[in-house]
Nanobody, 120 residues
């Protein structure tokens, strides 16, 4: 069993900031990737920012220069600092974990999502 606890969403005015966090726990042997995706109404889920194996990052083009992903390896936690938020950033933000379990199998797990609304 794996749990992803997401927090930090909410309502913010354009130009404001929010910080999301996602903490993973459970039967995790090795993390291959962990990060954030988002889905706006009527749109497909898209990459926001993820850490990949080896410490690299993939950042979505629409958030480059505004969003920063960081992590606490000891706590299996990732953070998403979102600055200069725009109304088009409004979406449900999902944490995603790609990991190897204790039996050596690779698995992928989604969090329940946290709503981010950017509006005046």
């Amino acid at each position: 069993q794996v749990q992803l606890v997401e927090s930090g969403g909410g309502l913010v005015q354009p130009g404001g900031s929010l910080r999301l966090s996602c903490a993973a726990s459970g039967s995790i042997f090795r993390i291959r990737a962990m990060g954030w995706y988002r889905q706006a109404p009527g749109k497909q889920r898209e990459l926001v920012a993820v850490f990949t194996l080896g410490g690299g990052t993939n950042i979505g083009d629409s958030v480059k220069g505004r969003f920063t992903i960081s992590r606490d390896n000891a706590e299996n936690t990732v953070y998403l600092q979102m600055n200069s938020l725009k109304p088009e950033d409004t979406a449900v933000y999902y944490c995603n974990l790609d990991y190897g379990d204790l039996r050596g199998q690779w698995r992928n797990y989604w969090g329940q999502g946290t709503q981010v609304t950017v509006s005046s």
